[in-house]
């Protein structure tokens, strides 16, 4: 069974301070792996979709990178308004179809100023 | 502007009625989601429907019925509500089947049944 597992479930950190979040899979045929960001009665907002390992991407103060078992998501000079939950998720198939994604629980984060 | 929009916002019900959710996309995608996030804030994959096709059904109650009057809609129809039923319901579209297309989420809707 594919699983997509989080962590720290729960992140406090102050303003300016930086950290990573951790996202590890157990997949048969990973499409893509997504970083969601969602925030209080809100949907998923996309950040980033990763696709092999070794691969980066990054916006403003957001970098995520993606091993063969594990991806990252680097919050540098975190600012209040990075206060979220971070979802990740992964798609599975073997070509075609449409595939929903597996989400994690995700890390909820809070930026302290 | 609202590229995926849903109604209503909030539904309150009681158990055993019948209720719809509406979701609505403007972002000419082809390929349209639902998802139900339970009160542990686990978001879980519940529908897909591709040019009017259900692509995937995962192990939801057969009361759960989603339809597609046209490829920016996909409604969400539930009979017999119950307690369980319970929760956040996203509706979400990509553009295509490419691998990787990101997906694009509604507002929700929070349905309690009471």
């Known amino acids: 069974e594919d699983q997509v597992t989080q962590s720290p479930e729960a992140l406090r950190l102050q303003e300016g301070e930086s950290s990573s979040l951790n996202c590890s899979y157990t997949?048969?045929?990973?499409?893509?792996l997504f970083w969601y960001r969602q925030d209080p009665g809100k949907g998923p907002e996309f950040l980033f979709t990763?696709?092999?390992a070794g691969e980066e991407k990054e916006k403003e103060r957001l970098k995520a990178t993606l091993t063969k078992k594990e991806s990252f998501l680097h919050i540098t000079a975190p600012k209040p308004e990075d206060s979220a939950t971070y979802l990740c998720?992964?798609?599975?198939?073997?070509?075609?179809?449409?595939?929903?994604?597996?989400f994690g629980k995700g890390t909820h984060l809070i930026i302290q100023p | 502007d609202t590229a995926v929009s849903q109604t209503p916002k909030y539904l309150v019900t009681q158990m055993g009625n019948d209720k719809s959710i509406k979701c609505e996309q403007n972002?000419?995608?082809?390929?349209m989601y639902w998802y139900k996030q339970d009160s542990k804030k686990f978001l879980k994959i519940m529908f897909s429907?591709?040019?009017?096709?259900?692509?995937i059904n995962e192990t939801v109650p057969n009361r759960f019925s989603p339809k597609s009057p046209d490829k920016a809609h996909l409604n969400l129809h539930i009979n017999s509500l119950e307690l369980g039923d319970s929760a956040v319901y996203f509706c979400?579209?990509?553009?295509?089947?490419?691998?990787?297309?990101?997906?694009?989420f509604g507002p929700g809707t929070r349905l309690t049944v009471l």
């Open positions: 998720a992964v798609q599975v198939g073997a070509g075609g179809g449409a595939d929903g994604l597996t």
């Open positions: 429907y591709n040019n009017k096709e259900l692509i």
């Open positions: 990763l696709y092999s």
């Open positions: 972002l000419g995608h082809d390929t």
């Open positions: 979400a579209s990509s553009q295509s089947l490419r691998p990787g297309d990101e997906q694009f």
């Open positions: 997949v048969s045929g990973l499409r893509g």
